[in-house]
């Protein structure tokens, strides 16, 4: 059996500077590798790919379990963009690495979208 995640954030729609804060749950993590959260942007459309990863949270290596978390956005963003010729994505990440071993073993993973606004905006 492979690793498999869960991931539940509380919200989804984060400010500027402000968290993000949610639930992972993974089960099937026999190899014992490290399991962490990630929260990244990326950008779609015409021009120069962008792409970042700007806050992690390790959850430690248990085969199984639940874990809550809290990241926080870039207090200057970017912002959620969804414009005619690029789009700015937000998407918070978890992820179990596969194991190393002779074995094909998929890598356990789940994501969830998130919608960064201005601060101010969620007021």
């Given amino acids: 059996?492979?690793?498999q995640a869960r991931l539940?954030?509380?919200?989804?729609?984060?400010?500027?500077?402000?968290?993000?804060v949610g639930t992972v749950h993974w089960t099937?993590?026999?190899?014992?590798?490290?399991?962490?959260?990630?929260?990244?942007?990326?950008?779609?459309g015409?021009?120069?790919v962008d792409a970042g990863v700007v806050a992690?949270?390790?959850?430690?290596?248990?085969?199984?379990?639940?874990?809550r978390f809290r990241l926080e956005v870039p207090p200057l963003g970017p912002v959620t963009y969804h414009g005619q010729l690029l789009r700015l994505l937000w998407q918070v990440a978890v992820q179990i690495p596969a194991s190393r071993s002779y074995h094909r073993s998929r890598t356990g993973s789940a994501t969830a979208d998130l919608t960064v606004v201005p601060r101010g905006w969620l007021r």
């Fill in 28 to 44: 099937g993590n026999r190899r014992r590798q490290p399991v962490a959260v990630v929260l990244h942007y990326r950008t779609e």
């Fill in 8 to 20: 539940v954030l509380d919200h989804g729609v984060a400010e500027c500077g402000g968290p993000v």
């Fill in 46 to 48: 015409r021009g120069d």
């Fill in 56 to 67: 992690g949270h390790d959850l430690g290596d248990a085969e199984a379990g639940e874990a």
């Fill in 1 to 3: 059996m492979s690793a």
